[in-house]
């Protein structure tokens, strides 16, 4: 376990940076069986940031592993109500929420997919009102991570468990910026000013494309949609409190105009798919649309996130991040999307974010189709940045904006 120092630094990076608790605020702690000490810390830091009550719902992903296996589709289908009125408890009170990931590899390998997919689509229509809550920002959410042994194991394969728990732990805490000499919220403050800076830059040019070029092969052009918004580091409520949804973050990211991507991308690291790692893929675009691809290893999987829907073979993100960051410097594939791709610029196939045109959020779907959003179940980002990536942002008079050059911004 990591120092009680470095526990307490990052408890208060969730608390202060993430949620941003407010005084007499309720505060929903959801974490894993695997991340109690955590759940504790952040408990503790809560209350001292004036939190008025702290509720920590813990689930075991071992436990669920067995009421899969356990529960009839049908079962697995019903949401008791009990568990509903809970989460309107949270909407009525104003409660925010800190989520604390631990993933466990591999844990649901052999569920049957349909069986997985008709649950977590039964939960999430009963609590689709709470989703709209959280997503449109109507209170503060964050999620971080903690390391857990079956985690680490996966990272680090040839060290024994106890040491490799060690290492997912000071791997998470330089790629969220908490270090033993320094305060992470004086850190977080400078980095969100940094993020907000690339934001509004890039806002200011409003570029009708952004070109992609490096020497493994990647020569796209990505266009972006009409009064695109770029977002990424902190946010606010809708009652105006700053907070940081994700920890790590370090994206700036935007909507690509559904029809316009043409060209073609290597990706840059392995793509974790439902338990099978795709590896050495290009995607190859034209009018928007996937119209070839490989991979060397993985390939049925690439082809089934790309069979999807509809949807999938479009992108709906386009994201922006310096190759010179403390999560690509740490060397690591995680394994997990809140720091795999916070690594490296990605992009996903699937679902655009509607906050990412302006006036997006309160659209219908049929506006945001008409926006040039692509609409689709599945949201499946993947790295391509390399520390010789350029990206040229080109303005609709032509003119040629240098926006990162060798990796890195320079804007
Ligand atoms: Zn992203
Ligand atoms: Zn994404």
Redesign the pocket.
């Known amino acids: 376990m990591p120092s009680k120092s470095l526990m307490k630094k990052y408890a208060d990076l969730a608390v202060y940076i993430g949620a941003n608790v407010q005084k007499n605020q309720t505060v929903v702690v959801r974490s894993s069986t695997e991340s109690t000490e955590l759940a504790r810390a952040i408990a503790k830091s809560a209350y001292e940031a004036g939190a008025k009550r702290v509720r920590i719902d813990y689930a075991d992903p071992y436990a669920g592993r067995i009421g899969y296996d356990g529960m009839s589709v049908e079962t697995l289908q019903e949401v008791p109500e009990w568990i509903v009125q809970k989460f309107q408890e949270d909407v009525d009170t104003g409660a925010c929420l800190i989520s604390i990931t631990s993933p466990i590899p591999e844990i649901n390998k052999g569920v049957p997919a349909e069986k997985m997919q008709k649950a977590s689509m039964a939960a999430m229509q009963k609590m689709s009102f709470f989703r709209e809550h959280t997503m449109g920002n109507r209170t503060q959410w964050t999620i971080v991570a903690a390391a857990n042994p079956e985690w680490a194991k996966k990272i680090f394969p040839d060290v024994p468990e106890e040491a490799a728990t060690e290492k997912l732990w000071e791997a998470i805490f330089n790629a969220t910026r908490v270090y033993e000499d320094q305060d992470p919220k004086a850190l977080w403050d400078a980095h969100n000013e940094t993020l907000g800076k690339h934001n509004d830059v890039l806002n200011n040019y409003q570029f009708k494309h952004l070109h992609f070029k490096n020497s493994l092969g990647t020569d796209l052009i990505v266009e972006l949609v009409k009064d695109h918004v770029w977002a990424g580091g902190q946010e606010h409520s809708t009652k105006g409190v700053a907070f940081n949804p994700n920890i790590p973050t370090e ?1 700036s ?1 935007t909507m690509p105009n559904k029809p316009g991507t043409r060209g073609r991308v290597y990706a840059t690291k392995p793509l974790d798919y439902q338990g099978n790692l795709i590896d050495g893929f290009w995607l190859e675009f034209k009018d928007g649309k996937v119209v070839d691809y490989d991979a060397k290893a993985a390939k049925d999987a690439l082809t089934n996130i790309l069979e999807f829907d509809e949807g999938a073979r479009y992108i709906g ?1 386009i ?1 922006l991040i310096q190759h010179d960051s403390p999560i690509q410097n740490t060397g690591l594939l995680f394994y997990n999307t809140l720091f795999d ?1 916070n690594a490296s610029c ?1 992009m ?1 196939l699937g679902r655009a974010y509607p906050m990412n045109v302006k006036g997006g959020t309160s659209m219908s779907q049929e506006q945001l189709d008409q926006a040039g959003a692509n609409n689709s179940m599945t949201h499946v ?1 993947f790295m391509f940045g390399s520390a010789d990536l350029d990206v040229t942002g080109v303005t609709h008079d032509g003119e040629e904006v240098p926006v990162m050059v060798q990796g890195n911004f320079v804007i």
Request: no cysteine; glycine share 0%.
């Open positions: 994206e990211f993100e994201a791709e990605h996903a980002d």
